[in-house]
């Protein structure tokens, strides 16, 4: 072998081996969020040019933003970007009784540039084991993607809900089309895992041709393919392509309550591509650990500061307070605690005394 074709190998050995270490900037994705590069305690309500809706998405409709809400020592908005995440940030979709409220969808938009029939989309998703609801909470909406020009029944939208019965356990996990109620598809039949760790999902999605029933769909959790269908009708037409994709949680019905403390269900690594993307990898224990409130004197309950890394619990007590910062990917848990300040009251000097 000449020298240079030598080195000319050793290029396109190095070239290919950059491609590997890539993960997601692979040929095929034409979209990614890992929400890392976002402001820390970064909430819904922020005007429409800071952080993630500069660099990312933009704020869906159906009522994107609820909050602030206070209860049990927490303030929250329906959504919030901060620490926990596989690698860093995650989205979080806050959850307590009726907040959000009925049938409000807190949820994130991003349009796409080109036309698509085809994509696929993996997330990374946590659900904490005691979140849950009571009651018939109908049609949970998770992400769902656009699509135009509209079928002949007015169809322009699949969605990913929780579907019926209590969430997250009781519920059908389906791909629903917008308008055909009776065309719907049970992706994940033994439902998703709400164990308080993170697991990857991922679909692939191809629109039906006009009048036939060819669309199709399919499923992997944790990289294992769970669905399998090419007879999905979306309502769809030959002319019609993908034009967003959104990302939430919501759209609870009147029916329905969620747990009595706060727990929120987490996004993260959203990648959308034309081509198979694969499952997150392992991620790295990460421990929780204790904010600078812990160990401190307050007048109230503190608000801030309750954890420096995980998610922190609702507060316990009414002074002292204990609460909990939760780790993620298998790390551990830090108990936490703060104290009530004493008031010092100074005694007042004794009235009518005499000094003899």
Not at 306 to 324: E, F, I, M
């Amino acid at each position: 072998m000449s020298n240079r074709k030598g080195k000319a190998l050793l290029a396109a050995v190095f070239a290919c081996s950059l491609l590997g270490w890539a993960g997601t900037s692979q040929a095929g994705v034409i979209f990614e969020s890992n929400f890392d590069s976002d402001p820390p305690n970064w909430n819904c309500s922020a005007p429409g040019n800071a952080g993630i809706w500069l660099q990312e998405w933009e704020p869906g409709w159906h009522s994107p933003c609820e909050g602030p809400n206070s209860f049990g020592g927490q303030t929250h908005y329906s959504y919030e970007v901060g620490p926990g995440g596989t690698t860093g940030n995650s989205m979080k979709v806050w959850t307590h009784d009726s907040f959000p409220p009925t049938w409000a969808y807190s949820w994130m938009i991003h349009h796409f540039s080109a036309d698509y029939r085809e994509l696929y989309t993996r997330w990374s998703m946590k659900i904490p084991p005691d979140m849950a609801a009571t009651g018939n909470c109908y049609y949970q909406k998770l992400w769902r993607f656009g699509f135009g020009p509209a079928g002949p029944r007015g169809g322009t939208e699949v969605y990913f809900n929780a579907h019926n019965g209590a969430f997250p356990n009781d519920s059908d996990w389906n791909l629903f089309p917008s308008v055909i109620l009776t065309e719907n598809s049970e992706v994940f039949p033994n439902g998703v895992l709400a164990d308080g760790q993170w697991h990857s999902y991922e679909f692939r999605l191809k629109l039906n041709s006009s009048g036939r029933s060819d669309g199709i769909t399919e499923g992997w959790i944790d990289g294992v393919k769970v669905v399998s269908r090419s007879d999905r009708d979306f309502d769809a037409t030959d002319s019609s392509t993908f034009t967003f994709t959104g990302l939430g949680f919501g759209n609870r019905s009147d029916q329905c309550a969620f747990q009595s403390a706060w727990r929120a269900i987490e996004f993260d690594d959203y990648v959308v591509s034309t081509t198979y993307i694969g499952p997150v990898g392992p991620q790295t224990p990460v421990n929780g650990a204790c904010g600078s409130a812990n160990g401190q004197s307050f007048t109230s309950a503190p608000t801030t500061n309750l954890c420096s890394s995980g998610t922190a619990s609702a507060l316990s007590g009414s002074g002292p307070w204990t609460w909990t910062c939760a780790g993620s990917n298998g790390g551990s848990t830090a108990s936490c605690a703060a104290s009530l300040s004493a008031t010092v009251k100074r005694p007042s000097a004794p009235r009518n005394l005499r000094v003899r």
